[in-house]
């Protein structure tokens, strides 16, 4: 550990992991690319405690953080550390006291951090500055819930070492929605572009695009996110050799239900792909709530 800075795990919530900004350029090695779900949200979180953006001098993967599905966790910080929290909306509190959502956060030592429930969207990211320095596994210290590389997902009684204090935060940050990409409207839209096998399907891309929206599955994890509505019919019935699956991917089962692929999708898979959601759009995705209406468009 760096100097002693750390945090410890008291409640991991639901689900909580480390994730930084993943493993792209692996997919050859059948390696997925993991990272944060909502790429905003977590690097303005770490743009707040003055972690180096990933476009600054160091470049790389950027910074790693906690990414917590549902809320629910709680830590204690063995020294005095600048924290901040953005994505879905929590309670956050210092000591059972209430502290600022999207802004940085000075935590004294010994002191308990903990996040309630979120208010809209699913996925809350907590940074803090410095840093999470678990160990790095090609070149990453996210983890991937799909092939198990990095670190396991958070469990009570972990320590988290956290690495040396940056410089200060940048004067004036722009949140844009306030460091969240959880959906506030009653159906979210999502731009989409066609798929490698768009023209294996009835009325081609178009048959995502009419009809009524499709509704969030009680599947939806970081590997992707099952929609059910309209059935996509397929006009070539043929068997398709797996091959290569990008991020965003919208791909159909035999079921006929598009299913959206997010960062820890399968590097290759054997249903086509009829759509793929525009890359700013997928931090919506990543807060998509079961029961939500989703809608795609051309874009």
């Known amino acids: 550990m760096s100097g002693g800075r750390a945090l410890d795990v008291l409640d991991a919530g639901m689900l909580t992991t480390v994730q930084d900004a993943g493993r792209p350029g692996l997919a050859h090695l059948g390696v997925p690319r993991s990272g944060w779900l909502d790429a905003g949200s977590a690097r303005l979180a770490n743009r707040l405690v003055g972690n180096p953006d990933l476009d600054g001098p160091d470049g ?38 209430p502290v600022a959502y999207a802004e940085p956060v000075t935590v004294a030592a010994g002191a308990t951090i903990a996040l309630g429930r979120p208010t809209s969207g699913v996925r809350s990211y907590l940074a803090v500055a410095g840093g999470v320095r678990v160990p790095t596994v090609l070149g990453s210290r996210s983890t991937d819930t799909l092939s198990g590389i990095g670190p396991a997902p958070l469990a009570a009684g972990d320590e988290l070492p956290v690495g040396p204090a940056p410089g200060p935060p940048a004067a004036l940050d722009t949140p844009g929605r306030v460091g969240t990409s959880a959906p506030t409207a009653t159906t979210t839209m999502l731009r989409v572009g066609p798929g490698p096998r768009a023209d294996w399907f009835v009325d081609g891309l178009d048959a995502l695009l009419g009809g009524a929206p499709y509704t969030v599955a009680g599947e939806a994890d970081r590997i992707g996110v099952r929609l059910e509505g309209p059935c996509l019919a397929r006009s070539v019935t043929a068997e398709l050799p797996s091959e290569g699956l990008v991020l965003g991917a919208v791909q159909v089962p035999a079921d006929g239900q598009p299913l959206v692929f997010l960062r820890d999708h399968p590097t290759t898979g054997g249903y086509p792909v009829v759509a793929v959601v525009h890359r700013d759009d997928l931090d919506r995705v990543a807060q998509l709530r079961p029961g939500d209406a989703v809608r795609f468009r051309r874009g």
Do not use: I
């Open 60 to 97: 790389g993967p950027g910074e790693a953080l906690l990414e917590c599905l549902g809320g629910g966790l709680a830590l204690r910080t063995r020294t005095a550390l600048t924290v901040a929290l953005t994505g879905a909306p929590v309670d956050l509190r210092v000591d059972s006291r």
